[in-house]
Structures are given as C-alpha cells and as structure tokens.
C-alpha cells in the first residue's frame, strides 16, 4: 500500500462552505474513490490551508490514473473550482504528491 498527501488553498470566507460540501460529498464520489483503491482519506485545515492523505491498496499511479477517467471526478472538481484553489499535475491530472520526509510506523 502506497501513502498520498496533497496541499491546496481554501478561497477567502469558503471554508464553512468547503465543510459542507464535504459533508454532503456525492455517493457516487465516495464510490469512484474506492474502487480506485483510496482508503483513509482524510483531510486537514489551518487557516486557508488543507491538507490531504490518503492510502491507495493498488498503489498511487493506479489511484491517479483511475480518478483521470471519471466523469464524477471532473465534475467534483468542477464544482469545488469556486471555494477553493488547487494546482494539478499536467502529468497525471491530479493533485501534485508531496514528498514523504519521515514516517513513524
């Protein structure tokens, strides 16, 4: 199992909204997530600032490749496009990884 972690940028006054969104995120979502092999997904904030982890059981570039495809990927980031800001990989298309520096097991 491979680890994932991205950054990204709540807009100025969005982040109640950010919040609610997620806690109402699409089924369909949740479903694609999961068969792309996601697990544990968590994401934190500070300020503007979010941070998101997640564990993928087929590893990373079959997470990214698979989440690439979906229609209701494209249309969560879509929708999320005016709360909140977040750089893609022209490579993948998806969120740039960050580099793991430690880890504790």
Known sequence: MERFAWKATVKDGMLAEYRRRHDTIWPELKEVLKEAGISNYTIWNTGNELFGYFECEKGVAYAEEYQA?????DRWNEYMKDVMVMEMDPVTGAQPRMEQVFFLP
């Open 69 to 73: 495809k979906s229609a209701v990927v």
